[in-house]
């Protein structure tokens, strides 16, 4: 099972970033992690006219920085008894810097609060949507006032199988990093876990072309069934695969006993429908699903999920994917 070791907790909403940190603390706690807690502020200039870095840009930058850590000493001082922290404040572009921070220090996971989006309609904005696409480790963000154990967990995945054969690869093993990661938090929590796959029907699709169009409603009526159960077995393959494939998974699986939903229609629509049915308090799930391309942006179908759930999110990145994000600016 996932175990991670390097934890990054982003602090750069004060007091709003509490549940994030505390759970950040228990994780490092469980895995025995080391943990680095960090505040990004932004670099300050003189003003137009003046050159950047000169005497008054500096001195503001040091009184900023020295603003920010009195305000991050009382959040952490409560945890220092359990376990060693680091922290630092970080200066530039919120994501470019979390990001360098993570290629410097090697962080297997970041966590933090989104983005307060009070002029938006959504949950997740700027700086949250360009983590989610480019930071290299998986990206927790923790809903504001979460509960400090969550009752239930959805684990997001794709199991159709007309991909090429190369990404079709890909696809499972992002699916067995999402499937571990979730039935490990679940099992620490004592959470319900809940597995959803989402699919479409082809036969649907193209009833109401011209080559199809004297096909009998009961004949496409059995031809969805038969994609349906298709599906079906798809999905409780996978199930099955990785119990094989991970012992520890397989173990932790079995205990749970996993709730898995089919649903048919678009993932884009009826996963943040299902999130709000089932009272859903963190969703694990795949962000890009090819690997290799510099900079390759998650799908529309991630990002059309992400901007209509209000739950919180451990989004993840298969393996072999490559930022676009350098140490140099």
Not at 293 to 306: K, V
């Amino acid at each position: 099972m996932k175990r991670f070791k390097n934890i990054l907790c982003i602090i750069e909403h004060g007091e709003a970033s509490k549940s994030a940190l505390e759970r950040a603390v228990t994780l490092s706690e469980n895995n025995q992690s080391s943990l680095t807690v960090v505040d990004v502020i932004p670099r300050m200039t003189a003003g137009i006219g003046m050159p950047d870095g000169g005497p008054v840009s500096q001195d503001l930058q040091k009184a900023m920085m020295r603003e920010h850590e009195a305000r991050m000493a009382p959040l952490i001082k409560p945890y220092l008894k359990r376990l060693n922290i680091q922290h630092k404040i970080l200066v530039g572009t919120s994501f470019l810097e979390i990001i360098r921070e993570v290629l410097r220090s090697g962080h297997d996971l970041v966590i933090k609060c989104p983005e307060s989006p009070d002029w938006l309609d959504r949950f997740f904005a700027g700086d949250d949507m360009h983590l989610l696409r480019k930071c290299p480790c998986p990206v927790w963000l923790i809903k504001p006032h979460a509960l400090k154990a969550y009752k239930r967990i959805l684990a997001a995945v794709d199991v159709n199988d007309f991909y090429p054969p190369q990404e079709l690869k890909t696809r499972h093993q992002l699916n067995v990093q999402i499937l571990e990661m979730a039935a490990s938090q679940a099992l620490l929590e004592s959470a319900e876990l809940h597995v959803a796959h989402a699919w479409e029907s082809i036969n649907e699709m193209t009833s109401g072309l011209v080559f199809s169009s004297d096909m009998s409603r009961e004949r496409l009526a059995g031809n969805i069934e038969q994609e349906r159960r298709q599906q079906q077995g798809l999905l409780d393959e996978l199930i099955r695969n990785i119990k094989i494939e991970s012992p520890a998974a397989r173990d932790a699986l079995d205990y749970l006993d996993p709730l898995t939903h089919l649903l048919k229609g678009s993932a884009r629509k009826e996963i943040p429908v299902l999130a709000k049915h089932l009272d859903i308090d963190c969703i694990v799930m795949g962000t890009v699903a090819r690997t290799g391309i510099s900079g390759f942006f998650m799908g529309n179908t991630a990002e059309t999920i992400l901007e209509q759930i209000d739950c919180s999110v451990l989004a993840i990145k298969p393996q072999g994917f490559v930022t676009p994000v350098t140490l140099e600016d």
